[in-house]
């Protein structure tokens, strides 16, 4: 008898019960791969690793439990009837039947993720909790080029950038924004929401390329999930601040918003045309100024006599006003994570601007505080009106 027989019916124990292959998996709920990998993602379930993997280290597991989680989902039978549905669409246009084939499209089954939503998010602190990945992935499509006939639809897109805006208003009316850091692959944001701190990256304002080497099935899931997060979150937040839901999202009324206080307030802020302007109009009013540009719908024009800073890009500035200062976009984001507003003498236009500081690293407990982060350290003091001892000298008893 070979060593490894097992009598037939005879019940599976240990790891050969708890977990199954993803192959047997497919086959055990009678759905195809991609209909598989999104109820995964929709519902949360993740490939695990067993201590033996008893079908090969090959194979991809998941929990037994897992898949009968699923066995259970309505959306199942949801996604069953879309597939049904696109058979008969299908074989309607392969017979030439076009007028059969637009009555189909037009009773396409649809869905909603609302029952999901709230299944895994039983409280709206969980919800926050897993905002961070949900927020970079709605500001990544909300950057995408809109264009009909590519891989994702139009819709998804204009949706994705309403979410952003909408969740950009909500942080800059509250000023819960705390950091801010710009890096090669995008501006790092972390805010702070109901207790719960939340960090997300958003792309660059430049132009975005759809690759060949990105499942974008994959990344529309993801997508189609979080939208319905950000939207549920959205609509919390809003109604806790007393704001109807949607918001109408005036840039001008968000850059004249009489809650602007704190950190810019009387500051009269005006960005030249070459400057991140989306970023900036996010994290000025979030931080109390008040801010304008070059185009329609700004509030004041550059020649307005009150600006106070003007925010520039570019090595030189051909016309000069005396009544302002003309600094470098890196100067308002380092007064943010500093908390006080910095001298602009080393963020002028035309020079170089100090070290760019992550307000991400802990310098102490990496062990190596940058120059440029002590002198910060002895301003923030200075504006406390405390008094630090200088570099290597020892404070006395």
């Not at 695990?48 to 309505?74: C, Q, S, W």
């Not at 705390?178 to 702070?192: H, M, N």
């Not at 939340?198 to 690759?211: D, E, K, N, S, Y």
């Not at 963020?347 to 940058?370: K, M, Q, T």
Request: hydrophobic letters at 40%.
């Amino acid at each position: 008898m070979p060593k490894h027989y097992r009598p037939p019916g005879k019940k599976k124990e240990g790891n050969a019960a708890k977990y199954i292959t993803r192959t047997k998996a497919v086959h055990y709920l009678q759905v195809s791969l991609s209909t598989f990998r999104k109820l995964c993602i929709l519902k949360g379930i993740f490939p695990r690793e067993p201590k033996k993997k008893v079908e090969g280290n090959h194979k991809t597991y998941y929990h037994m439990k897992d898949i009968l989680f699923l066995a259970h989902e309505p959306l199942l039978e949801k996604f069953r009837d879309i597939r049904a549905h696109k058979k008969k669409v299908k074989k309607a246009l392969a017979r030439k039947n076009r007028e059969l084939a637009d009555r189909l499209l037009n009773r396409e089954p649809t869905y909603k993720l609302d029952r999901l939503i709230l299944e895994r998010y039983p409280t709206f602190v969980d919800a926050l909790r897993d905002l961070d990945d949900c927020l970079t992935m709605v500001h990544l499509f909300a950057a995408l080029p809109a264009v009909e006939g590519e891989r994702i639809q139009v819709e998804r897109i204009h949706n994705c950038r309403r979410l952003s805006h909408e969740w950009q208003a909500y942080i800059s009316r509250t000023h819960s924004l705390r950091k801010t850091f710009i890096s090669v692959k995008g501006i790092y944001y972390q805010a702070e929401v109901e207790g719960q701190k939340i960090t997300w990256l958003t792309p660059h304002a430049l132009q975005q390329v759809l690759t060949d080497d990105v499942d974008f099935n994959v990344m529309l899931t993801f997508s189609e999930f979080y939208v319905a997060l950000l939207g549920f979150v959205n609509f919390k937040l809003y109604h806790s601040i007393n704001v109807k839901y949607p918001p109408i999202l005036d840039p001008r009324l968000e850059a004249l918003a009489a809650e602007c206080r704190n950190l810019f307030r009387n500051f009269k802020i005006f960005l030249s045309r070459e400057v991140p302007r989306e970023s900036l109009l996010f994290v000025i009013p979030a931080f109390g100024g008040v801010v304008s540009w070059e185009g329609d719908g700004s509030p004041f024009k550059e020649s307005d006599e009150d600006i106070t800073h003007q925010i520039v890009d570019r090595p030189t500035q051909g016309h000069v006003f005396l009544s302002r200062e003309y600094v470098q976009p890196q100067w308002g984001m380092y007064c943010i994570n500093a908390r006080i507003i910095l001298p602009t003498e080393k963020y002028l236009v035309g020079r170089v601007p100090p070290p760019h500081l992550s307000p991400f690293v802990d310098n102490e407990a990496e062990g190596y505080i940058p120059e440029y982060a002590e002198t910060i350290k002895r301003l923030q003091a200075a504006a406390k009106k405390q008094v630090l001892p200088m570099p290597g000298e020892k404070v006395k008893v």
